[in-house]
């Protein structure tokens, strides 16, 4: 029996064989562009099944979609099935990918509050499989502080968002919110679906993380509140994209990301030997620690009474990351900028001083959520002058931007 391309008319790259996706399409002015994804993807060798809503059947048949996935398209929830299973249950159970593109703010909503009432909102809470949204709007309802809201709530959820392209919207404005090219959007399945790109094989990146912890007797010590989930997931990422990763971390409570050397620490010290020790061979070194700025001057013998009334004493702690931008050689050096205010100026200072081609900068002032958080909302500085904001978005997403940003602007050979 031929396979879903083979009987389409289409030669079947296989790069997706065997996957299900649900490709659910909405009421936006872009839905046409839903079109050429769904070919795309059974020319990959996926099977496609369109889930339409009420409104985006207004702007692209049903017809359309079947012709070029051979499968039913799904518009009514209250539809009787061809066979005796429950479609809203039974497709989503079985499906590898749910991807919403386009997806207007509507849905976007629904998703983010548990809404459900027709079949692609009830199928989204029923899925357990990774889900992609790729929004389309106009600008105004795109950085609406409801959708920033919403779009916010659902990277926390771990639903990976296709940001989308800046140009001329249908409305006639010209501002964010146009879909992002069905290229990049098909390329981000493919990268979900099959563990990532390996743009990074071969490359040795060592990645430094979390706290360090500093002795003032026996019992105690000083710290700070980094967990060190910035450091690991970037560390982890590198490593699916084939990096050699190499991972100092000082002290937190996480498990080693798969494929990665530990070394593991405790003191700004122990930390500054291991990366002056490792670095001097990466390619890439991201510094996503938070290692002490300041270390007690003595270390008490035994621990200090309660009773006792003492000052404690602090000398400046070694400049890890200026010790390794001072003799950098061929590495390119990635920073992060914690800072409670003047972000900019800081930022801008650390990276010049530091010697640094990237530093990425994160506000850790009161009200922040930063420490301890699974997602992040950070500025990129470059060396080239170029400043980058991007929305809050998982660690895991910004760890995978920022390895694009310096594959792309620091890595010509990996281009």
């Known amino acids: 029996m031929p396979s879903t391309a083979e009987s389409n008319g289409n030669k079947c790259t296989g790069g997706l064989t065997g996957k299900k996706i649900i490709l659910g399409v909405t009421g936006s002015v872009a839905a046409y562009k839903a079109a050429y994804i769904a070919s795309a993807l059974v020319k990959r060798g996926a099977d496609v099944h369109v889930v339409m809503t009420e409104h985006a059947t207004k702007l692209i048949g049903e017809a359309t979609f079947w ?60 899925v357990r499989c990774p889900v992609i949204i790729a929004p389309a709007m106009n600008c105004n309802m795109y950085t609406n502080p409801v959708v920033v809201a919403n779009l916010g709530r659902l990277r926390q959820y771990e639903r990976i968002i296709v940001e989308p392209d800046t140009g ?57 509140r980094s967990s060190g989930k910035m450091g690991y997931a970037i560390a982890e990422v590198a490593a699916r994209r084939g990096a050699n990763v190499t991972l100092i971390s000082g002290p937190t409570d996480l498990a080693a990301p798969e494929g990665v050397e530990v070394i593991d620490v405790t003191t700004v010290q122990e930390m500054h030997d291991a990366v002056l020790a490792n670095a001097k061979d990466a390619k890439v070194f991201v510094s996503a620690a938070a290692p002490a700025d300041f270390v007690p001057a003595q270390i008490r ?26 003799n950098k050689g061929n590495t390119v050096l990635v920073g992060f900028a914690a800072e409670t205010q003047n972000l900019e100026t800081y930022a801008m200072e650390k990276l010049g001083k530091k010697n640094l081609d990237l530093i990425v900068a994160n506000d850790v002032s009161a009200g922040s959520d930063v420490f301890g958080s699974d997602t992040n909302q950070v500025t990129l500085f470059s060396k080239t002058g170029e400043k980058i904001e991007w929305p809050r978005m998982s660690k895991r997403e910004v760890a995978n931007g920022i390895l694009d940003y310096v594959k792309r602007h620091f890595l010509e050979e990996l281009s």
């Open 301 to 326: 013998d035994q621990k200090v009474k309660k009773s006792v009334k003492w000052t404690l004493e602090l000398d400046q702690a070694q400049d890890i990351l200026a010790d390794v931008g001072y």
């Open 67 to 126: 012709s070029l996935t051979r499968n039913r398209v799904i518009v009514d929830l209250f539809e009787q099935p061809t066979i005796p299973e429950i479609t809203h249950v039974s497709l989503p159970e079985s499906a590898d990918l749910l991807l919403i593109a386009p997806a207007t703010a509507n849905i976007i909503g629904k998703m983010a509050n548990g809404l459900a009432d027709d079949m692609l909102s009830t199928m989204a809470l029923t």
């Open 168 to 224: 001329m919207l249908a409305c006639g404005e010209e501002g964010v919110g146009r879909l992002a090219e069905p290229d990049k959007i098909i390329r981000v399945v493919e990268e979900t679906l099959m563990g990532g790109p390996r743009d990074y094989s071969g490359v040795n990146v060592v990645v430094s993380a979390g706290p360090t912890r500093e002795p003032i007797d026996p019992v105690r010590y000083i710290s700070n």
